[in-house]
């Protein structure tokens, strides 16, 4: 079932692979996407769905550095480099949208300026990628540093983020990207209003469960009215517990969620799943539920192999499962998949910063007449 085709609101997929997004950290000065991300992209434009990379919507969302943005002239035309060369080989991309949050650094705010989030509320030990000598990608040389503390947002700040969304979402649209995924986990910003324990406040972003998903709700609301509904994903990480969000009760809160977005009429919620060694499993009677409860596509990502991937899809409570990892190292990876060749590994040293080494260099396997399936 990986191969058959599916309809993504008004978009015909021609397969069920997604290359989910991945911070490669190679932005330009003034957080520019670049030719030779163009490129990067432009190689694995046979997934079914490209979901780019974390795009700060503006520079208070950033929290690492390298990263692209996605709200000055000059960041929307290094987009379009992308979106032009996925375009040219058939392609379908979408820009993930991002606002860290309290995930972030005052060396990268304007003016040194404290982050902001839902709360004042440190997470000890989650640190963020800075480059205080401004040596660049290139070098791939940088500190990591524990984030700095927060100062919580007021009702109107909220407003004017509301606001960068929408804007950032036309922006895309601009650079011709196809749709949007709002990035609304992981512990960045819109997490750290949803999940109970991110989120101390006592007004009508706070306290009830109604409350904390209100701010999620004015975002996609925003958003939908800028570009449509039918071009919006949203991203969520019921079970995680990354940048140190954690929910109480996560199966009722992310199941409220479901809910709201299915409201909303988006076209599709990317579940992240907890994927590290001794994560929380994923229960399928909350899959089961989350399908109930939503009646868009479904994506799930998580260390999926493609055994694990058809049986997913069999079993129907997912529309398109995403391969992370493997995309880094696969250019080629639905033909990899389709033909059951082996994979290349990824070279870890070069995730992060750096330039072809690691990025654009993973050789495609030969084609020849004798590839039997």
Not at 187 to 206: E, H, P, V
Not at 210 to 215: A, K, P, S, Y
Not at 302 to 312: I, L, N, P, V
């Amino acid at each position: 079932m990986l191969f058959k085709k599916h309809t993504l609101g008004n978009i015909e997929l021609q397969n069920r692979i997604v290359m989910p997004p991945m911070t490669r950290s190679r932005a330009a000065k003034g957080e520019v996407a670049t030719p030779l991300m163009a490129e990067y992209y432009e190689q694995r434009s046979s997934a079914g769905l490209i979901i780019s990379e974390g795009t700060q919507i503006s520079q208070q969302g950033q929290g690492y550095a390298w990263t692209p943005g996605i709200y000055t002239p000059e960041q929307i035309a290094g987009w379009k480099l992308t979106t032009d060369a996925v375009h040219r080989k058939n392609g379908i991309i979408f820009a993930q949208l991002w606002h860290v949050g309290r995930v972030s650094h005052t060396a990268l705010q304007k003016n040194n300026d404290a982050p902001v989030s839902s709360s004042e509320l440190v997470a000890d030990g989650v640190k963020v990628f800075v480059d205080l000598e401004n040596r660049g990608p290139e070098n791939g040389v940088g500190e990591m540093v524990q984030h700095s503390r927060p100062r919580a947002l007021t009702q109107n700040e909220i407003q004017e983020i509301v606001s960068d969304y929408a804007k950032a979402a036309q922006n895309a649209m601009a650079a011709g990207f196809d749709g949007i995924e709002l990035h609304a986990a992981n512990g960045y910003l819109i997490n750290q209003f949803i999940d109970s324990q991110a989120n101390n406040r006592t007004d009508i972003y706070g306290v009830s469960l109604e409350n904390r998903l209100r701010f999620l709700k004015e975002v996609v609301q925003a958003i939908s009215d800028a570009i449509g509904n039918e071009k919006v994903g949203v991203r969520l990480a019921p079970l995680t517990t990354l940048q140190g969000t954690i929910d109480n009760n996560p199966v009722e809160t992310y199941t409220e969620a479901i809910k709201l977005l299915d409201r909303l009429k988006v076209a599709y919620v990317h579940i992240a799943e907890a994927d590290w060694e001794d994560a929380p499993v994923m229960e399928r009677s909350f899959k089961d539920s989350i399908r109930a409860n939503f009646s868009g596509t479904l994506i799930y990502s998580g260390k999926y192999t493609k055994t694990r991937a058809e049986e997913a899809l069999q079993e129907g409570w997912t529309d398109l499962i995403g391969f992370g990892r493997p995309f880094i190292a696969n250019p080629d990876l639905p033909y990899r998949l389709e033909n059951n060749l082996p994979l290349n590994e990824p070279k870890r040293d070069f995730f992060f910063g750096g330039g072809v080494t690691g990025y654009t260099d993973y050789p495609f396997y030969p084609i020849t007449t004798n590839t039997l399936k």
